[in-house]
């Protein structure tokens, strides 16, 4: 996501949450939003805001261990993708992670 499009971005995510603040898909995207501006405590903040709307949000688990790999939190990595699998088992990021998962056993 390029510069300039994170700021257009941003703003749709604004007018979402505007119109609903508790929509755990709107409160995703704007951690998404945060991690392509590096922003990660504000990232990690915002996902943390979907999965108190609703814990079963599985792209908010998924950003969770995206954040906590980049910070070199290898175990807390692990348990999002383990929670991301078991809400979403049938997409290609789950085969991905249970791929992962297998090979640090």
């Not at 949450?17 to 504000?42: K, N």
């Not at 979907?50 to 908010?60: N, Q, S």
């Not at 692990?78 to 992670?97: F, G, I, N, Q, S």
Request: hydrophobic fraction near 45%; glycine fraction near 4%; avoid cysteine.
């Amino acid at each position: 996501m390029s510069a300039g499009r994170t700021v257009e971005a941003d703003s749709e995510v604004a007018a979402a949450l505007r119109l609903d603040p508790r929509s755990a898909a709107a409160l995703s995207a704007q951690g998404y939003v945060r991690m392509a501006e590096r922003r990660l405590d504000e990232a990690v903040q915002a996902q943390q805001g979907a999965l108190a709307v609703d814990p079963r949000y599985a792209r908010a688990h998924w950003a969770l261990a995206q954040l906590a790999r980049a910070r070199g939190d290898e175990a807390t990595a692990r348990e999002h993708l383990r929670a991301y699998v078991k809400l979403a088992p049938r997409t290609y990021e789950a085969w991905r992670a249970r791929q992962e998962l297998a090979a640090v056993r």
